[in-house]
C-alpha cells in the first residue's frame, strides 16, 4: 500500500475558523494512505511490507472479520460511508492494519495521526476540512485527545459539521461548517479511557484478540514469503511460540533470524530450521515461552530475594531499578497473562508454573 507524504494544509476561511486561536489552519503531520496497486517491480523497496492490504489475506481475528466484512458489504451496497468504527485492546494486534485494510476495501483513502500529535483545535479542523468523501480518518490512541479536540469531533461524527466560534466576547457567534461524510477509526489500548459522548458515538466497537498458535505460524509464514526466506514449518512455529500472541512482535523477531541468517549463510537466502530460530533468539535472550530478559529478572529477584513473594511492586522496582509504572504496565502484563505471576493483596508472588519454568522447587519442595 502507497504511503503519500502530506503536510496537511487546509486553506480555511480566517472568518469560518476564527476564536480560539482556529485561523489560519495549522499543517498538521499526517499521513496519506493511497489504495492504488502496489507494483514492485517499480517500487522494490516496498515489497518487504508486511501489512495484508485486504480483509481475505488478514489472518486472525474471525470475528472482528465477520463483524466488518458485513458492515462493509453494506455500506458499499448503499454508497455511504462506513459508521464509525472504534477498535481496542493490547498493541501490536493489528488496530492499524485493520484500518489500513478497512480503506482498501472500500476503495478511498485513509488519513492516519494519533491523539498526542491534535494538541491544538485547529489541527483537527484542518484534518477535517480535507478529508474526500467517505474517506477513513485514523486516530491512534484516541483515549488521549483532550477535550477541545474532542468536543470538535462530537458534532463531525454526528452530523458531519463542524461548529467553530468566531469572534470574542459579546460579539462571538457560531458558525457550522459541512463537512463530507467520513468514516473515524479510533485505537486504544485504554478503552475504559475513553469519554462516554466520545464512545457512544462509534457505531461499531470492536475488541481485538491475542492470536492463537496456528494463526500466529500463518502469520510467520507468510511474513517469511514475503521476506523472500526459506523457512521450515517447525521454525515458522518455533518463532510463533515465543511472540506473546502479538502479530508485531512475531514480526520482529522474524526479522532478527533473517538477520542471523544473512550472516550464517552468506546471502540469507539458506534453509532457515529450528535450530538456526533458536540461536537467533537466545541471542536476543527470548526464552521458548516468549519471556525475555526483564520477564526473568522479575521472576528471578522474587525466587531468589524473597522465596517466590508475596513482595510490594515498590519494593520490586527498586530492587530492579526500574520504574513501577513500567513494571506494572510493560513487564507485568505478560506474565499474568502467562500465569507465571499472580497480584495478591499483600504483593506480587510466583506461581507454581512459574516456579516450574524458572527450574525451581514447588513451595512444598525441599
Not at 105 to 116: D, F, K, N, Q
Not at 142 to 152: D, G, P, S
Not at 269 to 295: F, K, M, Y
Request: aromatic share 4%; with cysteine; charged share 25%.
Amino acid at each position: 500500500m502507497a504511503i503519500i507524504s502530506s503536510g496537511g494544509k487546509a486553506s480555511a476561511d480566517p472568518s469560518s475558523a476564527g476564536g480560539a486561536g482556529l485561523s489560519p489552519v495549522a499543517p498538521v503531520s499526517a499521513r496519506l494512505v493511497d489504495p492504488a496497486p502496489l507494483d514492485a517491480a517499480d517500487h522494490p523497496e516496498r515489497v518487504d511490507g508486511l501489512r495484508p492490504r485486504r480483509l481475505d489475506d488478514y489472518i486472525g481475528q474471525k470475528d472482528l472479520k465477520q463483524v466488518l466484512g458485513i458492515a462493509i458489504e453494506a455500506t458499499r451496497s448503499r454508497n455511504e460511508a462506513l459508521d464509525h468504527v472504534l477498535l481496542y485492546g493490547p498493541p501490536g494486534l493489528g488496530k492499524t492494519t485493520m484500518a489500513l485494510v478497512l480503506a482498501e476495501e472500500l476503495g478511498v483513502r485513509c488519513r492516519i495521526t494519533s491523539a498526542p500529535a491534535l494538541e491544538r483545535p485547529r489541527d483537527i479542523v484542518g484534518l477535517l476540512v480535507n478529508l474526500q468523501p467517505r474517506d477513513v480518518l485514523f486516530i491512534d490512541e484516541i483515549h488521549r485527545l483532550n477535550r477541545v479536540a474532542e468536543e470538535i469531533l462530537y458534532p463531525a461524527m454526528e452530523d458531519f459539521r463542524l461548529d467553530l466560534t468566531v469572534g470574542q466576547g459579546t460579539t462571538a457567534r457560531t458558525r457550522s461548517v459541512p463537512l463530507v461524510p467520513f468514516t473515524l477509526v479510533g485505537a486504544t489500548t485504554k478503552a475504559g479511557s475513553l469519554s462516554s459522548p466520545l464512545r457512544d458515538r462509534f457505531g461499531l466497537i470492536q475488541r481485538l484478540e491475542f492470536y492463537d498458535l496456528v494463526d500466529l505460524q500463518a502469520i510467520v509464514e507468510r511474513a517469511a514469503v514475503l521476506l523472500g526466506l526459506d523457512l521450515r514449518r517447525e521454525a515458522a512455529l518455533e518463532v510463533a511460540r515465543r511472540c506473546r500472541g502479538t502479530p508485531r512482535i512475531a514480526n520482529r523477531l522474524l526479522r532478527r533470524v533473517r538477520d542471523v541468517a544473512w550472516v550464517r549463510g552468506g546471502d540469507g537466502h539458506g534453509c532457515i530450521d529450528g535450530a538456526l530460530v533458536e540461536e537467533a533468539l537466545q541471542l536476543h535472550r527470548v526464552d521458548g515461552r516468549g519471556l525475555d530478559a526483564s520477564d526473568r529478572r522479575l521472576l528471578h529477584l522474587l525466587l531468589e530475594q524473597y522465596g517466590g513473594g508475596p513482595v510490594g511492586l515498590e519494593t520490586l522496582a527498586a530492587g530492579l531499578g526500574e520504574d513501577a509504572a513500567t513494571l506494572e504496565t510493560v513487564v507485568e502484563p505478560f506474565l499474568l497473562q502467562m500465569g507465571f505471576l499472580q497480584r495478591t493483596p499483600r504483593g506480587r508472588m510466583v506461581t507454581e508454573a512459574g516456579r516450574a519454568h524458572m527450574g525451581w522447587p514447588g513451595e512444598s519442595g525441599p
